[in-house]
Structures are given as structure tokens and as C-alpha cells.
Nanobody, 124 residues
Framework: QVQLVESGGGLVQPGGSLRLSCVGSGFTFSQYAMSWYRQAPGKEREVVAVMPIAGGSTTYADSVKGRFTISRDDAKNTVYLQMNSLKSEDTAVYSC?????????????????WGQGTQVTVSS
């Protein structure tokens, strides 16, 4: 059974920091690109940060560049999101995603898993 379990969310003041964790199980973690998404009330879900499998380059949403850092520890089946200099507009439910696409000739197979999410609230 595939599971992604996030933790580390909470209430933090503007300018503060939080570190989110997402532990995966039931699949070969190291073979999946790992990402963090967020969804604020009344808004669409947006990608925050993407970390490919070993050797790939990380990417960030413009709104979090220089403030957030994604990392992974394949030995622990865990992806992290270090969030610094938090702003009120960072308030959202943060979810992790595991994605693997296998290309076979002209077709492909997609394996796409999601966690339940963790609430991050930035407020004074």
C-alpha cells in the first residue's frame, strides 16, 4: 500500500521558519521525482518545489525562490521542505507528490501519488 505522510506544519509568525517532512512507503522512493505543492483557500493548487531523482536539478516557484529549499534523503524515504522568511501569503495546505513516468515506445505509464497534506498558517 502506497503512503505519503506529511508532518511539520503549524502556526508561525511572519518571518519565521518551518520544516516540512514527507515520508513515503510502499514504493521505490529513490525512483520517483518528489515535489511539494500547496493550495490556499479559494485558490488552485500550485507547485512549490520539485526535486528529481538523484542527479537532477531542483526547481522552485518564483514566489518561494531564495526562501524555500527542497531536499531528499532516499535512505529514509523522506523529502523535506525548509521554509524560511515565511509570509502570510504562504498560508496553505502543503502536500507532497511522488511521480514516475515510464516511457515505452509511443506510450507511457504514470505513477502519481499524493499525501493528505499539512496545514501551514503564517500569522501574527
Amino acid at each position: 500500500q502506497v503512503q505519503l505522510v506529511e508532518s511539520g506544519g503549524g502556526l508561525v509568525q511572519p518571518g519565521g521558519s518551518l520544516r516540512l517532512s514527507c515520508v513515503g512507503s510502499g514504493f521505490t522512493f529513490s525512483q520517483y521525482a518528489m515535489s511539494w505543492y500547496r493550495q490556499a483557500p479559494g485558490k488552485e493548487r500550485e507547485v512549490v518545489a520539485v526535486m528529481p531523482i538523484a542527479g537532477g536539478s531542483t526547481t522552485y516557484a518564483d514566489s518561494v525562490k531564495g526562501r524555500f529549499t527542497i531536499s531528499r534523503d532516499d535512505a529514509k524515504n523522506t523529502v523535506y521542505l525548509q521554509m524560511n522568511s515565511l509570509k502570510s501569503e504562504d498560508t496553505a495546505v502543503y502536500s507532497c507528490n511522488a511521480l514516475m513516468i515510464i516511457i515505452e515506445g509511443s506510450s507511457h505509464r504514470k505513477y502519481d501519488y499524493w499525501g493528505q497534506g499539512t496545514q501551514v498558517t503564517v500569522s501574527s
